[in-house]
């Protein structure tokens, strides 16, 4: 007899045991012959044929020698039908979840390219699992790299939106290639810094993100995401490779640097195990590392013996802002965000303060 030794598969979930049924039929055999042929129990070959019981290789090859057809086809029509059968668990798993999409800010995913762009339900959870990289959207709650987002995650904030938001990060700073991290290197580049936030964004992102990533952090800047209401975060992606977020939320420049070397601050003196989401209520828990960061941002942006003397002064008009910003080396604007931060100022008093223009 000859037989096709190639089966293409189905997308039915076949039992390997039908087509074993017509093989031994056109051998003109029944299920107690076959079983006498192979030394197995009638019962085996029963729940072989009905699909209950797996073709594993030994059984393959039993069947080979007594059917003539290779092992290899009983072996591949075998995972073929079990991959269905998952394949079919799966679809319905994916059902289950088709509710839990509108808990992330799938829309946004998509129009920054993350995530296709589709209305159809079970699409999107399978798109967001492959953007979470996990089997499950239940599941993004238990991953380690997101717990810090549904700590933060309150009323106002959505903890699913900043896991993405984290994901996000997490992604881009996979693609950015970096050198050792080295805390004398880049403390010795800080005067170099501070000179860059007299620049505009096209100017001294690209060379911010080259020191950074020469020294072992990778800098990504990213949108913010609806229901996020975060600044920035810090993490490392693994022992070598630490990374500061930073968002587009806001646009002021002073702003954007104090959240910069707070960050900073982070990986220079913090261990590498915490994850810092600021605006939160995680920033709350580690109060402690939070107000260290928030003072090496103050001091480093404007030392603080200086500005004890410019605030006694007690002029704060916008030429003496201006003077006292070049002095020291930096932006006005800084200057000016910090004496309104303090209260030496009303918040309506904007002299020197910019607005940067993103571009994502």
């Known amino acids: 007899m000859e037989t096709d030794n190639t089966m293409p598969m189905s997308d039915l979930a076949i039992p390997p045991g039908e087509y074993l049924a017509e093989v031994i039929h056109e051998l003109g055999m029944n299920q107690a012959e076959l079983a006498q042929r192979m030394d197995r129990p009638v019962q085996a070959i029963n729940e072989i044929v009905s699909g209950a019981k ?23 029509l075998e995972a073929d039908y079990r991959l269905t059968l998952a394949k079919y668990q799966e679809t319905k798993q994916i059902a289950e979840q088709a509710s839990l999409v509108d808990e992330f800010p799938y829309a946004e995913l998509a129009r920054l390219g993350f995530v296709e762009k589709t209305r159809k339900p079970d699409i999107r959870v399978r798109e967001l699992c492959r953007f ?22 309150n009323g106002k904030a959505s903890a699913n939106a900043l896991a993405a938001w984290l994901r ?49 952090i990778a800098l990504v800047i990213q949108p913010h995401l609806p229901k ?63 107000q260290e960061a928030d003072v090496y ?45 303090d209260q030496h100022l009303p918040p309506t008093f904007h002299a020197h303060r910019v607005r940067y223009k993103w571009v994502e």
Request: charged fraction near 25%; charge should be neutral.
């Open 132 to 153: 979470f990289g996990v089997v499950s959207l239940r599941q993004v709650r238990e991953v380690d790299d997101y717990a810090p987002a549904f700590r933060v995650g």
């Open 297 to 341: 941002a103050c001091d480093t942006l404007i030392p603080a013996a200086e500005y004890k003397r410019f605030v006694a002064d007690g002029n704060f008009a916008s030429a003496a802002i201006l003077k006292f910003s070049r002095s020291i080396g930096i932006a006005p604007g800084i200057v000016t965000g910090r004496l309104q931060h």
């Open 228 to 290: 996020t209401y975060v600044h920035g975060a810090t993490f490392w992606l693994n022992a070598e490779k630490a990374v500061i977020v930073m968002t587009l939320r806001g646009s002021w420049a002073d702003v954007f640097w104090f959240s910069f070397f707070h960050e900073l601050a982070h990986l220079l003196k913090h261990g590498k195990r915490n994850i810092f989401l600021e605006d939160g209520e995680f920033k709350k828990q580690k109060a402690e590392l939070e």
């Open 54 to 76: 797996a073709i594993v290789p030994e059984t393959a090859l039993q069947l080979e020698r007594v059917t003539g057809v290779p092992a290899h086809v009983w072996t591949g």
């Open 168 to 216: 996000m990060a997490t992604l881009k700073a996979i693609e950015v290639e970096t050198g050792a991290m080295d805390r004398k290197q880049i403390q010795a580049a800080i005067p170099n810094i501070r000179r860059m936030t007299c620049d505009t964004p096209d100017v001294f992102l690209p060379a911010l993100k080259e020191l950074m990533a020469r020294n072992g």
